[in-house]
């Protein structure tokens, strides 16, 4: 017979549905009920928010840059080619 002392685990019904398929679930693997815990984990997750932005802004203009190459380059090779005759 289970302890009445000890209150139910509020998210053992996440671990029995999840727990089969093997995928982990992000922070709920060891939930805190610390408010200084929670606000730390809230700023590390804003930096990587930043940082994957960051990225992303680099990548969009890397691919910018290539395709404005692109187009100088069939700019480039359409001006060298001799006209065509009809």
Do not use: C, H
């Amino acid at each position: 017979m289970p302890d009445e002392t000890t209150p139910p685990d509020p998210f053992e019904m996440f671990r029995r549905l999840w727990g089969p398929l093997g995928v982990p679930i992000p922070g709920m693997a060891v939930p805190t009920f610390d408010p200084q815990e929670v606000e730390k984990r809230i700023a590390e997750l804003r930096s990587v928010e930043a940082w994957l932005n960051m990225n992303l802004n680099m990548l969009r203009y890397s691919i910018q840059a290539l395709e404005v190459q692109r187009a100088a380059l069939q700019a480039m090779k359409s001006a060298t080619e001799p006209p065509k005759k009809p």
